[in-house]
Nanobody, 124 residues
Framework: QVQLVESGGGLVQAGGSLRLSCAASGRTFSGYAMGWFRQAPGKEREFVAAINWSGDSTAYADSVKGRFTISRDNAKNTVYLQMNTLKPEDTAVYTC?????????????????WGQGTQVTVSS
């Protein structure tokens, strides 16, 4: 099992940037593919981005392509989500998740371990 703690959320104006961090502890983080998901009020949780264990394979939701970048630092047991050109519709609770030594996945059920989430609010 991997324990995950997100940070970096907050309130930002439209067009601004935020960088989310997800710190992992427990099992060997470097062996895990990681994902970011988000859930807006009244909506289902949705996939945002994912990265494989080495960082050389990534996947993004169409809604964030070109604006968000997922990366990881295995020496620091941390995965990041750099969010640029934020829009009000990006407002949500962002949660990171871990799965085994597999390729990135778009699907919630592929992830075994989840953090508590961090709130991102984008004002217009």
């Amino acid at each position: 099992q991997v324990q995950l703690v997100e940070s970096g959320g907050g309130l930002v104006q439209a067009g601004g940037s935020l960088r989310l961090s997800c710190a992992a502890s427990g099992r060997t983080f470097s062996g895990y593919a990681m994902g970011w998901f988000r859930q807006a009020p009244g909506k289902e949780r949705e996939f945002v981005a994912a990265i494989n264990w080495s960082g050389d394979s990534t996947a993004y939701a169409d809604s964030v392509k070109g604006r968000f970048t997922i990366s990881r630092d295995n020496a620091k047991n941390t995965v990041y989500l750099q969010m640029n050109t934020l829009k009000p519709e990006d407002t949500a609770v962002y949660t990171c998740a871990a799965r085994g030594p597999y390729s990135p996945s778009y699907y919630e059920h592929a992830y075994a371990d989840w953090g508590q989430g961090t709130q991102v609010t984008v004002s217009s």
